[in-house]
């Protein structure tokens, strides 16, 4: 494995096509100077991104122009550098089997829009402790 999570700042990569989605991140986020967030508006992109700078964690868009989230989660978990990257699902998609579909596909938790922020909170931390006890930095 050639990612491991960082000191802090943690790194978060959002993958959202939606541009006030990733507003609404952006600023919820910036808020916490223990975060550096980035995002991608399609899922290649965020593919790229995910496998050259390693975030500590993902929050990625079920619906994506090019590749779907699902999809995208997939291409994540069968590369090494990636696989153990939590990544969370942020989806308008609230059907039980949708989201049991992407839970059983890896996602760390499968929050549906809108979310409440408190819910967002708590996946983040948990997502970026996971990542921590699991893989500590070097």
Not at 3 to 25: F, G, H, K, W
Not at 114 to 123: G, V
């Amino acid at each position: 494995m050639d990612c491991i999570p960082s000191n802090l700042p943690r790194t978060v990569l959002q993958v959202e096509d939606n541009q006030a989605n990733a507003l609404l991140v952006e600023e919820f986020l910036g808020r916490r100077d223990d975060l550096t967030l980035v995002t991608a508006r399609s899922g290649s992109k965020g593919l790229e991104l995910a496998r050259s700078m390693c975030p500590d964690l993902i929050l990625m868009d079920i619906n994506l122009p090019d590749i779907n989230g699902l999809q995208a989660m997939i291409l994540l978990r069968e590369d090494p550098k990636t696989a153990h990257i939590p990544v969370i699902a942020l989806s308008s998609d609230a059907f039980p089997k949708h989201i049991e579909n992407g839970l059983e596909a890896g996602f760390f938790r499968y929050l549906t829009k809108p979310y409440k922020l408190n819910d967002l909170t708590s996946a983040i931390d948990a997502a970026l402790a996971f990542s921590q006890e699991n893989y500590p930095s070097a």
